[in-house]
């Protein structure tokens, strides 16, 4: 009688033991399973790269034309545009006397602005499909630059609106006010547009945060 008791408990502990490994195995399944839908969100997928790339492509394009626009501008006026660096920042310089070319020094350096401000309402206005990621890069590098020159790159010695303001063109409160309404209705424009959804910031479905693009 005592051995069968005796039996009967060693299988009664044998039994607790395995239904413990197997519930602990479960639980380290589990946790394993919600380990990797915590970083689900931090691995980003290849698939987003070539969306990236345009987008950085056009924004990149967006300043490009910036500069393009102050080199067409001296050389259409008859100066020699320079290429050279202010505190280590690449700059380029319009060839021209800020005392005797005065007008001529302002129509360049309101020249990127303005053709930014004039791309970014080109592509808002002109009728076409949705917007991919190129567009939306450019119209962001048109804002962008925008906003840095209306804010931290206000007062910069080399900085457009700071010359357009020392060659008594528009005052810094004038060229503020012009580009940053103008910047203000764009950015409502696209963000009132169907053909931009999501375009700043969006969450995607697998909790990653996407900038400028589509879901």
């Known amino acids: 009688m005592r051995m069968r008791r005796l039996a009967l408990a060693?299988?009664?502990?044998?039994?607790?033991?395995?239904?413990?490994?197997?519930?602990?195995?479960?639980?380290a399944v589990s946790d394993s399973e919600e380990a990797e839908v915590a970083l689900a969100p931090l691995v980003r997928s290849d698939a987003d790269a070539p969306h990236w790339r345009k987008f950085a492509l056009g924004f990149v394009s967006s300043v490009l034309f910036h500069e393009s626009a102050h080199l067409?501008?001296?050389?259409?006026?008859?100066?020699?545009?320079?290429?050279?660096?202010?505190?280590?920042?690449?700059?380029?310089?319009?060839?021209?006397?800020?005392?005797?070319?005065?007008?001529?020094?302002?129509?360049?350096?309101?020249?990127?602005?303005?053709?930014?401000?004039?791309?970014?309402?080109?592509?808002?206005?002109?009728?076409?499909g949705p917007a991919g990621p190129f567009e939306r890069g450019v119209l962001a590098g048109g804002l962008g630059t925008t906003l840095f020159y209306l804010t931290i790159g206000r007062t910069g010695y080399v900085s457009d609106v700071e010359f357009m303001a020392r060659v008594h063109g528009m005052t810094k409160t004038q060229s503020t006010f012009l580009f940053g309404s103008i910047m203000s209705v764009q950015m409502l424009r696209i963000h009132k547009g169907s053909r931009f959804p999501d375009f700043f910031v969006a969450p995607a479905a697998d909790g990653r945060m996407l900038v400028g693009l589509k879901r």
């Open 72 to 128: 067409a501008t001296s050389i259409a006026l008859g100066a020699r545009p320079t290429f050279g660096f202010d505190q280590g920042r690449p700059t380029v310089y319009s060839g021209f006397n800020l005392q005797t070319s005065p007008h001529d020094q302002f129509l360049f350096s309101a020249a990127g602005l303005t053709a930014q401000t004039l791309l970014d309402e080109a592509l808002l206005d002109i009728p076409h």
């Open 10 to 27: 060693a299988g009664c502990i044998c039994l607790w033991s395995l239904a413990a490994r197997s519930a602990s195995a479960q639980s």
